[in-house]
């Protein structure tokens, strides 16, 4: 999955959320306003309290014409949101009298349309930001009262709660929101896989087949090419068979990228579910794998055998290539070394050290040659 296709499937699934936070703002406007009607004439300033009451107004148009634009709601503004929120708590101060603000314990001119910001918090940065948001709103309310009692610190639960459910509730909304879209564009490339596979195995297989047969019928040179078209048979039927190329968040699938490398000399087997490494692990793997499969075709005999295995032990990817060849004779890998003839044996050892894994050979005259990668998979540790 693309970063801009992330980002957009993250949005669709923010869109009730956001829409949920424009509303509860709306609403506890008109609570707000509500509660200076019934108090306005015991205010010490009831004219500042309607001018508040107006302010909270017109910026619930702002950040309503804001949010419901999904797309353009930056961290830098839900922060604006808060200050400007903490802002008319403190207005307070000047519009309640003493008594009113720790004895009688009159509601604030802002009352609960503050939580809507912690909402907002919670929908833009998840637990975390809903969470900080809370507290910040429960400090400025401790700070505009002046003392700390069981109220409000009632208070301070029910906003920090309040923040860390509903950022947990956005947090598992992008999360399934991007499970689902991968799941159906997996699904639709498996359907598309399929009609090309048949569409393939109609045409191309069976032509292919029919030259192999008849070729091995002719002899000679027929039979050359029909060893070629063999081949391209083998690999056309591995390429139709792979594992869908698979990307998540900069990590993709080994699996598909192994599976090519098919061919009637070479097997390759792995698992049934996929096995995600970073993308520059897959690619590398890739290629020394094909350098190696390259190698046992140039010097491990004509009729040589070689087999891929992947295995993904959770913390670790194994990769072993083995093959029935001659074999390396002893001291000839040092011998190239110190000749300056890096080989395939450097090759693989420099490229391995680089994704921070071990290689093993295991190999002698006559017994065949393996290759055991072993890397670290740090996303599936932790």
Known sequence: MTRATAG????????????????????????????VVQHGGEYASAALAWVTIAAMAVWTLATSLVYLRMDRVRLWFTIVDLGLCCLLMSASRLVLTDQQRTVTAVPLVTTIWVTAVVAVGAVRSGMV???????????????????????????????????????????TSKQSAERLAMAMRAEAATAERERLARTIHDSVLQVLARVRKRGR??????????????????????????????TDNGRADLRPRLQVLMTDRHQVSVPGTPVMVAESAAAELAFLVREALENVDRHAGATARAWVLLEDLGAEIVLSVRDDGVGIPAGRLAAAESEGRLGIARSIRGRVAELGGSVHLETGPRVGTEWEIRIPNAGRAR
Request: proline share 2%; net charge neutral; glycine share 10%.
């Open 129 to 171: 930001g809903g969470t900080a948001f809370g507290a910040v709103v429960s400090l400025f309310n401790y700070g505009v009262r002046g003392y700390v009692d069981t109220d409000l610190t009632r208070d301070l639960v029910l906003l920090v709660g309040i923040g860390f459910v509903v950022g947990l509730a956005s947090t």
């Open 217 to 246: 019928e002719l002899g000679g040179e027929a039979a050359e090419l029909a060893e070629l078209a063999g081949r391209q048979e083998v690999a056309l039927r591995a390429l139709v068979a792979a594992a869908p190329l698979e």
């Open 8 to 35: 957009s499937v993250r949005k669709d699934a923010l869109k009730p959320l956001w829409r949920a936070s424009v509303l509860l703002r709306v609403i506890t406007l008109l609570f707000a306003a509500a509660v």
